[in-house]
């Protein structure tokens, strides 16, 4: 079973203790990468792209609750409020 991840305007909260920000997420990933290796063998990722992703798992660092996690609205942005008085005193 998969768990639905946050969207721009969603996150996590641990339905047990209503932590928001601190979770442990188990999750396969399949992924196309570009590898450069040097003359001596050694490789590194210069590129990556992620084809898909599974959520598998997520713990509650709080309460060690597994899999509570439930997606609500994050609250709005402070900064688009900021930005709105800033131009109503221009």
């Known amino acids: 079973m998969s768990i639905p ?3 721009e305007t969603q996150r ?3 339905a047990q203790c209503g932590n928001l920000t601190r979770f ?6 399949r992924s196309r990468d570009y590898l450069h290796f040097d003359l001596s063998g050694a490789s590194r990722v210069e590129e990556s792209e992620v084809l898909g992703e599974t959520v598998e798992q997520v713990r ?8 509570s ?3 609500i609205d994050r609250p ?4 688009d409020s ?6 109503e005193r221009a």
């Not at 442990?24 to 990933?29: G, I, M, P, W, Y």
């Not at 509650?60 to 899999?67: G, L, M, Q």
């Not at 900021?82 to 131009?87: M, Q, R």
Request: charged share 25%.
């Open 5 to 7: 991840v946050p969207s």
């Open 12 to 14: 996590w909260r641990c």
């Open 24 to 29: 442990d997420v188990t999750r396969s990933v």
């Open 60 to 67: 509650c660092r709080w309460c060690n609750a597994v899999d």
């Open 69 to 71: 996690a439930e997606l």
């Open 76 to 79: 709005a942005v402070e900064a």
């Open 82 to 87: 900021a930005a709105e008085s800033g131009a």
